[in-house]
């Protein structure tokens, strides 16, 4: 163990504990956006410097071991340090304190950003973050035309000319009542669906259009009975049976416990969608908006 020191490496311990987090290396490789075979090969090298199993493999993911959860423990403490002390040199470089203005879509509103904007809030106490919802067009727009000091949104062709950083993925996923004909699949693919009566969001989210797109694309169109302004409000709606709906997946399970519904993936591709960071120029960021924009793409 005496070379542990001089052996371990960092990046191995923040794979491992998003594996050990996500209970599964190929949830955590999507999550690191590296390949699983990369995150495999990582823990089995920490393993073999430890000379002990830290995780046991199973065909649906993954069991840590005694000498894992040691690890783990260990790890999160040892990150948490450097993250803190990359904290207080950025404060010493750049007098980390200011006001930045983000324009970012619902989906990463609702799903990642509280979490993000929090964390980040803990070791940057003295920056004040304006975080302003806006459809994904909008949010490009309003980065163009430099009224924020940065946009998060889907990852689109209109992103052409901006530089951007991937954020996050997520995937979308189809709510129906718990009584619904098709409430016992395992997942659906929009062709599955397409006769029935939807509820969606306004015609100018991003959402919308894309499924609207997707659907000309099959020669049909979506019939959406009723149109609403949130996230929570098509939740409801779909458990008062009043249409099916198509939100992102991690949204939509927050809501199982509460509702009469059920989540089945969006089997089709496009369903998986990745989320961007995206300004201008990051050169020409202000110092407290390219330290945000650092640590939200952090993982990239």
Same mark, same amino acid.
């Given at each position: 163990?005496?070379?542990?020191?001089?052996?371990? $490496?960092?990046?191995?311990?923040?794979?491992?504990?998003?594996?050990?987090?996500?209970?599964?290396?190929?949830?955590?490789?999507?999550?690191?956006?590296i390949?699983?075979?990369?995150?495999?090969?990582?823990?089995?090298?920490?393993?073999?410097?430890?000379?002990?199993?830290?995780?046991?493999?199973?065909?649906?993911?993954?069991?840590?071991?005694?000498?894992?959860?040691?690890?783990?423990?260990h790890?999160?403490?040892?990150?948490?340090?450097?993250?803190?002390?990359?904290?207080?040199?950025?404060?010493?470089?750049?007098?980390?304190?200011?006001?930045?203005?983000?324009?970012?879509?619902?989906?990463?509103?609702?799903?990642?950003?509280?979490?993000?904007?929090?964390?980040?809030?803990?070791?940057?106490? $003295?920056? $004040?973050?304006?975080?302003?919802?806006?459809?994904?067009?909008?949010?490009?727009?309003?980065?163009?035309?430099?009224?924020? $000091?940065?946009?998060?949104?889907?990852?689109?062709?209109?992103?052409?000319?901006?530089?951007?950083?991937?954020?996050?993925?997520?995937r979308?996923?189809?709510?129906?009542?718990?009584?619904?004909?098709?409430?016992?699949?395992?997942?659906?693919?929009?062709?599955?669906?397409?006769?029935?009566?939807?509820?969606?969001?306004?015609?100018?989210?991003?959402?919308?259009?894309?499924?609207?797109?997707?659907?000309?694309?099959?020669?049909?169109?979506?019939?959406?009975?009723?149109?609403?302004?949130?996230?929570?409000?098509?939740?409801?709606?779909?458990?008062?049976?009043l249409?099916?709906?198509?939100?992102?997946?991690?949204?939509?399970?927050?809501?199982?416990?509460?509702?009469?519904?059920?989540?089945?993936p969006?089997?089709?591709p496009?369903?998986?969608?990745?989320?961007?960071?995206?300004?201008?120029?990051?050169?020409?960021?202000?110092?407290?908006?390219?330290?945000?924009?650092?640590?939200?793409?952090?993982d990239?």
């Amino acid at each position: 163990m005496e070379n542990l020191l001089r052996k371990l $490496d960092l990046t191995s311990l923040r794979l491992f504990v998003a594996v050990c987090q996500e209970h599964s290396i190929a949830r955590a490789a999507e999550r690191e956006f590296i390949a699983p075979s990369a995150v495999s090969r990582r823990i089995a090298e920490l393993e073999s410097l430890i000379g002990l199993p830290l995780i046991q493999r199973h065909t649906r993911g993954v069991t840590i071991t005694e000498a894992g959860r040691t690890v783990l423990h260990h790890a999160g403490k040892l990150i948490g340090d450097v993250e803190a002390m990359g904290a207080d040199l950025s404060r010493l470089f750049s007098g980390a304190k200011g006001h930045v203005h983000v324009a970012a879509n619902l989906s990463a509103i609702v799903q990642f950003l509280p979490e993000d904007v929090a964390a980040f809030q803990r070791l940057f106490p $003295d920056i $004040d973050i304006e975080l302003e919802e806006c459809h994904s067009p909008d949010v490009l727009r309003r980065v163009r035309e430099r009224d924020v $000091d940065f946009g998060i949104c889907n990852k689109t062709a209109d992103i052409e000319g901006l530089h951007a950083l991937p954020y996050r993925r997520d995937r979308l996923a189809v709510m129906l009542p718990a009584s619904h004909p098709k409430a016992a699949a395992r997942q659906l693919s929009l062709q599955d669906i397409a006769a029935e009566t939807f509820v969606g969001l306004g015609p100018d989210s991003a959402l919308t259009q894309m499924l609207a797109a997707r659907a000309q694309a099959m020669g049909t169109t979506l019939t959406v009975k009723i149109r609403v302004t949130s996230l929570d409000a098509l939740c409801r709606m779909a458990h008062a049976g009043l249409g099916i709906a198509i939100m992102p997946q991690q949204v939509a399970e927050l809501y199982l416990s509460a509702l009469d519904v059920v989540v089945k993936p969006l089997s089709d591709p496009w369903a998986r969608r990745e989320m961007s960071i995206v300004c201008i120029d990051p050169e020409q960021l202000s110092a407290s908006a390219s330290v945000l924009l650092r640590f939200l793409a952090q993982d990239t």
